[in-house]
């Protein structure tokens, strides 16, 4: 079989993540990893997980429906608690504005394929979400800048961009909060000027709000669902959509995550589950109901005092540790602190060398951008490793670029 020709066009587009191939350094003891972003698993509440599993399937009439098909939208109880959460953020809604996906993932992907024809405009921010563009790619996009402002091409501009170009302006896509890759936040004023000009484009907004709940310092911001449904009046007239996520804050294992949105988007979303998956594990939608219900303000808080204070010794290491010439962001909550290396410094060069001579992963900045940019940039996890790791695995990285940078003097 020439399985080479069988495929669509469309699996040209698929790339396989340089992070999830990263993951594979954790099975290796002595490699001190800033790559994965993932949660610490001595954090998740494996207990009450394991309570709730048990009552679930030993309460009569409950532990058989916990095995069954069930509906599409999702578990009716849990939407309901989702919509708590979000009436709490300044978002009010009802069950019919909630449908429950296999993680915020598998919505980025339902949307891309509501929303996106070949050759349209998807608009991100440069660097932006790498499962955001693994998501959106195999539906053909041209990407573009997510820019407004002074200075960026006026809407107009954007929407002659795009037909220019053939296809048409479809959805703009924004992490707001401690953004993935680079740990920073859109102030308000910038999620309002945003939201002006995505009106003006005439796009729907993607907010993916995974580390929404992970501040560490400063005040919260609303959501830019939120400060939508106040310029609009509610949120069936809100053209943004919100991706929300258990996995950062309870488990990511069970795969729960949601989009909320206007019923008619979410109307939509429900067709494409039903086509692709018919429904999220009810057992898994059932036990992270019992989870939220039982233990969620208490994991959060949790979960920050310890993140917050592996922030701390990560921005202390490299304040410490980096030569001259290397800045980095200095996030008020999230997992990522975003570097920037001197520009004769290449990422992905720098991380073959770093695993060879110091043993210390990363991942590359390069994979954060869609036009191949970037290259002198890097992103530093620091929900995972322990202070003593940040602090050996900073002054090993390091000592590797001051190296590097003598190597370039010299030349």
């Known amino acids: 079989m020439d399985w080479k020709g069988a495929y669509a066009h469309r699996a040209g587009a698929m790339r396989a993540s340089e992070i999830r191939e990263l993951l ?3 099975d290796q003891p002595d490699v001190l990893s800033f790559a994965g972003g993932i949660p610490d698993p001595t954090l998740f509440p494996t207990e009450a997980a394991r309570e709730a599993y048990g009552a679930v399937l030993g309460e009569p009439g409950v532990g058989p429906l916990s095995l069954q098909y069930s509906i599409s939208e999702g578990y009716v109880p849990l939407r309901r608690w989702i919509v708590a959460h979000m009436a709490s953020r300044g978002v009010v809604c009802d069950e019919e504005n909630i449908v429950i996906t296999s993680g915020s993932q598998q919505g980025l992907d339902y949307l891309g394929k509501l929303l996106i024809s070949p050759g349209d405009s998807a608009y991100v921010t440069r660097p932006t979400y790498l499962g955001a563009l693994q998501a959106f790619n195999p539906y053909e ?3 573009a800048d997510l820019a407004f402002g002074e200075g960026a091409p006026t809407p107009a501009q954007c929407r002659e961009a795009a037909l220019a170009a053939g296809g048409r302006p479809a959805l703009a896509y924004v992490v707001p909060d401690f953004a993935n890759p680079t740990g920073e936040t859109l102030s308000r004023e910038d999620r309002l000027r945003l939201l002006e000009h995505v009106s003006a484009l005439g796009v729907p907004l993607v907010e993916d709000a995974a580390y929404a709940a992970l501040r560490y310092a400063g005040a919260d911001i609303a959501s830019c ?3 939508d449904i106040a310029r609009v009046g509610d949120i069936d007239h809100s053209r943004v959509i919100y991706c929300g996520s258990f996995s950062k804050t309870i488990a990511p294992g069970l795969r729960v995550g949601w ?5 008619d988007l979410v109307q939509k979303v429900v067709l494409t589950k039903q086509a692709a998956d018919l429904h999220s ?3 898994n939608q059932m036990v992270m109901h019992r989870l939220a219900e039982a233990i969620y303000d208490e994991q959060v808080k949790k979960i920050i005092g310890v993140y917050a204070a592996r922030r701390d010794a990560l921005l202390a290491a ?3 540790f980096m030569p001259e010439g290397v800045s980095w962001t200095a996030p008020e909550g999230g997992m990522f602190v975003w570097v920037t290396l ?3 410094i290449d990422g992905a060069e720098l991380l073959a060398e770093s695993l060879r001579d110091e043993r210390v992963a990363f991942v590359p900045g390069g994979a954060f951008f869609f036009d191949g940019s970037g290259a002198n940039t890097l992103r530093l996890n620091f929900s995972l490793p322990s202070e003593a790791v ?9 000592r590797l670029i001051a190296r590097k940078n003598n190597q370039f003097r010299a030349a």
């Open 24 to 26: 594979k350094l954790l």
């Open 141 to 143: 996009p041209r990407y």
């Open 225 to 227: 669902l939120a400060l």
């Open 259 to 263: 989009i909320c949105a206007a019923r």
């Open 281 to 283: 594990a009810t057992i």
């Open 318 to 320: 490299l304040a410490k």
């Open 342 to 344: 001197p520009a004769n």
């Open 390 to 398: 940040i602090n050996e695995g900073i002054a090993r990285l390091a």
